[in-house]
């Protein structure tokens, strides 16, 4: 099983919908994840942490559910600008705080 | 605000050459991070320095990669010689501590002919 795994997409949904990706993880004794946002050839950008007690910021909602081992992050009212592709960031099993992006999940928001 | 450099943005170079990027984190960051990402795939860690030491280049080819973080500000990246399949984009990155958020400087895009 991979370190992260998250869906490669692409989710093609129109402007106003609302979209949800999960992404699983594997060492049960994370603490720290992250969601990244990458616009296509540019770094990625963190786009929010993810605590125990969920994180919400603005449209964007971000879930961590450590029975299942996956977060999720949901995005409501899509804008055409959300268009990238969102990593997911996970720490490595083993320790010493190596954090593991997965290959991320595309998100094509059309008119 | 605060923003990781990273020289050159792009290179071009034929195969069995150097090169060579370099990396300036956030002011007051500890940690660097040195990865590499291939076209739809998530960035892939090379390298990370606490300071000027390495704590982890498990990932580093080191026949032909080598990093290095001399005074613990900013850092480079060799390789020599190149080769084809390290096309790539090389991304540098800091956090203020291991295991925190990173952030990103915006690349060097290397293409090996």
């Known amino acids: 099983r991979k370190e992260v795994e998250q869906d490669p997409g692409p989710f093609n949904v129109p402007e106003g919908a609302t979209v949800a990706f999960n992404c699983t993880y594997s060492?049960?004794?994370?603490?720290?994840f992250f969601w990244y946002r990458q616009d296509c050839r540019k770094e990625p950008k963190l786009l929010m942490s993810?605590?125990?007690s969920g994180n919400e910021d603005g449209r964007f909602t971000a879930q961590l559910n450590r029975a299942s081992q996956y977060i999720s992050l949901l995005i409501r009212d899509s804008k055409l600008s959300d268009s990238a592709t969102y990593l997911c960031v996970a720490p490595l099993s083993g320790g010493y705080n190596k954090l593991i992006f997965g290959a991320g999940t595309r998100l094509a928001v059309h008119p | 605000e605060a923003e990781v450099a990273q020289s050159p943005r792009y290179k071009i170079t034929e195969k069995s050459q150097a090169v060579a990027f370099w990396c300036d984190p956030i002011s007051g960051h500890a940690t660097l991070y040195w990865y590499r990402q291939i076209l739809g795939q998530g960035p892939e860690l090379l390298v990370q320095f606490q300071d000027e030491s390495v704590v982890d280049d498990s990932q580093l080819p080191k026949d032909r990669f080598s990093a290095e973080r001399l005074k613990g500000v900013d850092s480079t990246l060799k390789i020599q010689p190149a080769e084809l399949g390290d096309s790539a984009m090389y991304l540098c990155a800091s956090s203020s501590h291991r295991g925190n958020e990173q952030f990103f400087g915006p690349g060097t895009r290397l293409t090996v002919l």
């Open positions: 993810v605590y125990s």
């Open positions: 060492n049960s004794a994370s603490q720290s």
